[in-house]
């Protein structure tokens, strides 16, 4: 099992920056791939950017240019740098793992608690 806790999220004004943590544990060595997902009220949940455990990345156009996605291997953390923040960013923010090499599909095994982004106009 892997547990993963993610920190961070918070109210910010549209055109401020947040940075989000996602700490994992446990059977770290079973995780390949991590991302970022989001879902806002009355909304589907949506991939925010992923990476694989080389490093490669991928954004969902909304955000390219404003998001950065990374992960310290060795700290077992991942993180989203958000810059730029737009009203519609607004969202409970989910970290999520992957046994598999890309975050997208199948549907990541494991999941954070989600923590809530607000981005005021």
């Known amino acids: 099992q892997v547990q993963l806790v993610e920190s961070g999220g918070g109210l910010v004004q549209a055109g401020g920056s947040l940075r989000l943590s996602c700490a994992a544990s446990?059977?770290?060595?079973?995780?390949?791939?991590m991302g970022w997902y989001r879902q806002a009220p009355g909304n589907q949940r949506e991939l925010v950017a992923g990476?694989?455990?080389?490093?490669?990345?991928n954004y969902v156009d909304s955000v390219k240019g404003r998001f950065t996605i990374s992960r310290d291997n060795p700290k077992n953390t991942l993180y989203l740098q958000m810059n730029g923040l737009k009203p519609e960013d607004t969202a409970v923010y989910y970290c999520a793992a992957s046994m598999y090499p890309t975050i997208v599909r199948p549907t990541p095994r494991y999941w954070g608690q989600g923590t809530q982004v607000t981005v005021s106009s």
């Open positions: 446990g059977s770290i060595l079973s995780i390949n791939s």
């Open positions: 990476i694989s455990r080389g490093g490669t990345t």
